[in-house]
């Protein structure tokens, strides 16, 4: 699976199970997403390590 990340303020709301391709978004996920956890930035090495 292929992961790519892209700065700066997203136009709408959180989504998942998509990518943006050359032509804008697209790319739809074939399966499930079982959980999902969004954070308002980065995290740190420390934090991402007590996500467990």
Known sequence: MRSS???GRAPGGLQTGRG???DGW???LHGDVDRVRAFAGALTGSEIALLG
Do not use: K, L, Q, V
């Open 5 to 7: 990340t892209t700065r």
């Open 20 to 22: 943006i391709a050359s």
């Open 26 to 28: 697209g790319e739809y």
